[in-house]
């Protein structure tokens, strides 16, 4: 059965320090809950926004800070009560009476994992076969469903670097044998087994992380680059902003180090930083 031709958009989310947010043209997926950037908000390294979402209405409940583990990074976190997001903003849920922000990630174990998220593959239109998409699309397998996406033809051969600004990627079909799609493969499985943009040049990055590291393809961060940064203002040798002693965490709410990254050092800080709000710093509970 033959349809019409229509490509889907995906919008996916990344979580701050787990994977890097993407710039806001249309024609790159993005893979990060879009949190309020505190570390530039052009910044495609693992920094993203804030780790939390701003805090929402004092309960006015009495709290008492629990003790948390020793060494264990604590976060500036809201008092909720309930459950879910009734009382906490978009992107967070109130668990154990904290709002804790949800990311939604894409997973991933090597590169080639996040080509569907790097192709905007994602918010296709399913399919059983070729049968099921237009003449210039086929039907591939991604995570073991089919999905219909855009190919080059003998009539255009070069459709896959017209349209998305991509290449042309051999992948499996969902009958099994490879054909060529239109994809891309700018994004990377980070050490968090999460997708991040990728680089090319130093054009491509930005932020706290200007500088293209060519041997991986990663926005890194340089000496003196991490001026923003809520994880810290020391860049690290892995090239990510992080901090190696409190002197590299100046900001409320992010005012200690915790193994390489900031967080807060106790309600007071996180009172300075979010005065309007109930917050107390703890180590957020696991969702």
């Not at 500036?76 to 939604?104: F, H, N, W």
């Not at 349209?163 to 799609?181: A, L, M, N, R, Y």
Request: aromatic share 6%; with cysteine; proline share 6%.
């Amino acid at each position: 059965m033959m349809r019409s031709f229509g490509y889907g958009v995906i919008t996916l989310f990344f979580f701050l320090g787990v994977a890097c947010s993407d710039d806001t043209t249309t024609t790159d997926a993005q893979v990060a809950d879009a949190a309020p950037p505190s570390d530039g908000a052009s910044d495609t390294s693992s920094d993203g926004g804030p780790e939390q979402d701003a805090p929402s209405t004092d309960t006015g409940t009495d709290v008492t800070e629990t003790d948390t583990t020793a060494g264990a990074r604590q976060l500036c976190l809201e008092i909720c009560s309930g459950t879910g997001r009734s009382t906490c903003m978009p992107s967070s849920s109130c668990i154990d009476g904290r709002c804790v922000y949800q990311a939604k990630t894409y997973a991933c174990v090597v590169d080639r994992d996040c080509v569907p998220v790097a192709s905007m593959w994602l918010g296709s239109d399913a399919c059983a076969s070729s049968e099921d998409c237009s003449l210039i699309e086929a039907c591939i397998d991604v995570n073991g469903g089919g999905l219909c996406v855009l190919k080059p033809t003998e009539v255009n051969p070069t459709r896959c670097s017209n349209f998305i600004g991509g290449k042309d990627i051999t992948w499996p079909s969902i009958e099994g044998p490879d054909v060529i799609v239109c994809g891309r493969d700018n994004y990377l499985c980070n050490s968090d087994k999460v997708c991040e943009k990728g680089c090319d040049a130093d054009d491509d990055c930005s932020g706290n992380t200007p500088s293209c590291n060519l041997p991986t393809n990663r926005c890194v961060c340089t000496a003196n680059s991490c001026t923003s940064s809520s994880k810290g203002r020391s860049c690290l040798a892995s090239g990510s902003c992080g901090c190696s002693d409190d002197t590299h965490c100046p900001d409320s709410g992010f005012d200690k180090c915790y193994g390489d990254q900031c967080g807060c050092a106790d309600s007071a800080s996180c009172a300075a930083m979010l005065p309007d709000f109930y917050t107390v710093c703890e180590v957020p509970p696991t969702p």
